[in-house]
């Protein structure tokens, strides 16, 4: 049984090993915000791409931000315009990446943890069903702004 101190310890590693996992796949400059603790809901505007996580802290981690930022972080790897469809696409496959390579850094500090295919969700609509929340704003320069959230499962 997990007490509250290691869930914690996870929380912050499956953060930490988020980020230097943006910042390894992501060639641009990041800024990483204050970290918001949010409790049983949360609205979301755009295109957000949920990954779920299974093991030792279950829940998903949550990339989300504008169409157009993703286009221009797309555009910004791959030298190319991204637009319409592969946009989702192109957000999927990214955090996807990301989780990944996340998960791998995990598993090197002792964390198990497994992911599932990513669930790309667009337009307006309110998350809800977690314990608890973390969101971090993450600003990319040229890219635009964004927010990963790590959604913890009820009962974790």
Do not use: W
Request: glycine share 12%.
């Amino acid at each position: 049984m997990q007490t509250q101190q290691d869930q914690n310890t996870i929380i912050k590693e499956v953060l930490n090993c988020a980020v230097e996992s943006i910042k390894g796949i992501v060639p641009l400059e990041l800024t990483v915000g204050r970290p918001t603790l949010l409790n049983g809901s949360f609205n979301h505007h755009a295109i957000g791409v949920f990954i779920g996580i299974t093991g030792d802290l279950p829940g998903r981690i949550i990339l989300d931000g504008p169409e157009n930022a993703f286009a221009c972080l797309g555009e910004k790897m791959f030298g190319m315009p991204i637009e319409g469809e592969m946009v989702e696409s192109f957000a999927g496959e990214v955090v996807n990446m990301i989780a990944g390579n996340m998960g791998v850094a995990l598993a090197a500090k002792g964390i198990k943890i497994d992911i599932t295919p990513p669930t790309i969700i667009v337009g307006d609509s309110k998350i809800s069903g977690f314990k608890q929340a973390i969101e971090l704003p993450l600003s990319f320069k040229e890219a635009g702004d964004y927010r990963l959230v790590l959604n913890i499962e009820k009962g974790a």
